[in-house]
């Protein structure tokens, strides 16, 4: 087996088998993201329960809520990965999770 030879049988099993890696690539880091907004979604939770109590519903809480949540990502490492945007919106689910089962 000459070089091109080898080139060609290299290019044909990287093409073959190419596609299989980037979808399996594309899998994990959804399912990774996944994770993360699960993650999220329960420490918003807890926060939400630390800072409050039984009842959210003054702005108070929901800052403190807020900057609970921030803090917790951000220590974990994960800062990059949730903008300002989506820890108050995760936050807001929370509240509004922890409001309905109250009443």
Do not use: C
Not at 3 to 21: H, Q, R
Not at 39 to 48: F, K
Not at 56 to 85: C, M, P, W, Y
């Amino acid at each position: 087996m000459n070089l091109t030879d080898t080139l060609i049988f290299v290019g044909a099993f990287i093409g073959m088998f190419s596609v299989p890696l980037i979808r399996l690539s594309q899998y994990i880091k959804a399912h990774t993201r996944n994770a993360h907004i699960k993650t999220a979604m329960d420490w918003a939770g807890q926060a939400v329960a630390y800072v409050a109590g039984s009842s959210v519903a003054d702005t108070t809480h929901k800052t403190q809520a807020v900057a609970e949540l921030t803090a917790r990502i951000k220590s974990n490492g994960l800062a990059k990965n949730f903008t300002d945007a989506q820890i108050t919106a995760y936050i807001d689910q929370a509240i509004a999770l922890a409001n309905k089962e109250v009443k």
